[in-house]
């Protein structure tokens, strides 16, 4: 058996009057995040770990900003494309373990249903993913509610 690493970490600003799209779920909050796609924090760093545990670069280079056929994307879509790149290489996920930084709205209500929805696209057990959260104690860009982060470790093997 062969198994690999991967690590994502992606940022986006959070804007008023945007959906809020985190884990493949809209939350409901009177800011959402900003992108060129639907700005899924959580999914992109889950799919730049796993393009990275593969060897297949990243988010930005399998995927464009440039691209129009990106642009307002649903990141589930992406994600769903990863994981068919990742199968064509003879890799199946082991297991995701991320973290998203958020100072406002709590996320940990939304973690059973973005784990959920998340397992059903990338067709996983949904004891594969683990989702945290965190905040930074009122600290930087985060802090001020003016972005949201998140990190992601994959494992895959073959």
């Known amino acids: ?24 779920i809209k939350i ?3 800011k959402g995040a900003f ?25 930005g280079f ?5 691209a ?8 589930k879509i992406l994600l769903k494309k990863v994981v068919d790149l990742i199968r064509e290489k003879g890799y199946e996920i082991g297991n995701i373990d991320s973290t998203i930084c ?5 996320i940990n209500p939304h973690i059973p249903k973005m784990k959920s929805v998340l397992a059903a696209v990338m ?3 949904e004891e594969a993913i ?6 930074t104690e009122k600290l930087g860009y985060v802090g001020r509610e003016e972005g949201v982060s998140a990190y992601a470790v994959v494992l895959i093997e073959k």
């Open 1 to 24: 058996m062969k198994i690999r690493v991967g690590f994502g970490f992606d940022v986006h600003q959070l804007r008023e009057q945007q959906d809020f799209w985190l884990g493949g």
């Open 28 to 30: 409901e909050h009177h």
């Open 35 to 59: 992108g060129h796609s639907d700005a899924d924090v959580l999914i992109h760093v889950i799919c730049d770990a796993l393009l990275g545990a593969a060897n297949l670069r990243d988010i």
């Open 62 to 66: 399998q995927f464009p900003d440039t």
């Open 68 to 75: 129009s056929e990106f642009k307002g994307i649903d990141s």
């Open 102 to 106: 958020l100072q406002v709205p709590k």
């Open 123 to 125: 067709g996983i057990p």
């Open 130 to 135: 683990s989702i945290k959260a965190t905040t």
